[in-house]
């Protein structure tokens, strides 16, 4: 299973950034779906999930303005983000809890990861 995430890029405070992550692969079936984050010198982070059943989880610091959604028929997730702040700087990840053709269980996989940069 990969994951390509897409869609990072430098934005001005208040700007707005949408990222996508497409998994591809061997997939029988998608679990969650989200986005986390790492900012340098700190440990990665949830920012947002989707569940299977469209139910959706966000970290407080994206709440009310980070909205994610997800196309389940192509497995492809976003994360729209708006009004965004200097503290929203980070390498955004994706993730997919998902069962292969060559695994028994689910198990999570991780994009390469995108840069959003935020400046004041």
């Known amino acids: 299973v990969q994951l390509q995430a897409s869609g990072g890029g430098s934005v001005q405070a208040g700007g707005s950034l949408r990222l996508s992550c497409v998994a591809s692969?061997?997939?029988?079936?998608?679990?969650?779906m989200g986005w986390y984050r790492q900012a340098p010198g700190k440990q990665r982070e949830l920012v947002a999930l989707i569940g299977s059943g469209g139910r959706t989880n966000y970290a407080d610091s994206a709440k009310g303005r980070f909205t994610i959604s997800r196309d389940y028929a192509k497995n492809t997730v976003w994360l729209q983000m708006n009004s965004l702040k200097t503290e929203d700087t980070a390498v955004y990840h994706c993730?997919?809890?998902?069962?292969?053709?060559?695994?028994?269980?689910?198990?999570?996989?991780w994009g390469q990861g995108t840069q959003v940069t935020v400046s004041s």
């Open positions: 692969g061997s997939i029988l079936s998608v679990n969650v």
């Open positions: 993730n997919a809890n998902a069962l292969s053709r060559f695994s028994r269980e689910y198990q999570d996989y």
